[in-house]
């Protein structure tokens, strides 16, 4: 097992670390924790992805992002390398929350 594969949360861990995400899911079949926003329009959609984007590379993890009915964000982590979720996956949700807060 690679070390980043001994890093990946238990679904009992995710769940139990969800309750705190409010709004946030586990996809056992994906792998990954999603999220879905409501943005005002679609130029709010696009803003709100780059933001996402910036506090992403600073982290050095890239969600799966998609921009569905001119309005909403789905976002989904995963970390690919440990084949599962990681705290890095937490860290970058509980950060896209506060970007989304600011509205």
């Given at each position: 097992?690679?070390?980043t594969e001994q890093n990946r949360f238990t679904i009992k861990a995710i769940k139990e670390m969800l309750r705190a995400f409010p709004g946030w899911s586990y996809k056992t079949k994906?792998?990954?924790i999603e999220k879905t926003f409501d943005r005002?329009?679609?130029?709010?959609?696009?803003?709100f992805i780059q933001q996402i984007?910036?506090?992403?590379?600073?982290?050095?993890?890239?969600?799966?992002i998609l921009l569905s009915g001119y309005k909403n964000v789905k976002?989904?982590?995963?970390?690919h390398s440990a084949k599962g979720i990681t705290q890095n996956d937490f860290d970058l949700a509980?950060?896209?929350d506060k970007l989304a807060a600011k509205k």
């Open positions: 097992m690679k070390k994906e792998k990954t005002k329009n679609f130029l709010g959609c696009a803003a984007a910036n506090v992403a590379e600073k982290q050095d993890h890239h969600p799966d976002v989904m982590l995963s970390t509980k950060a896209i």
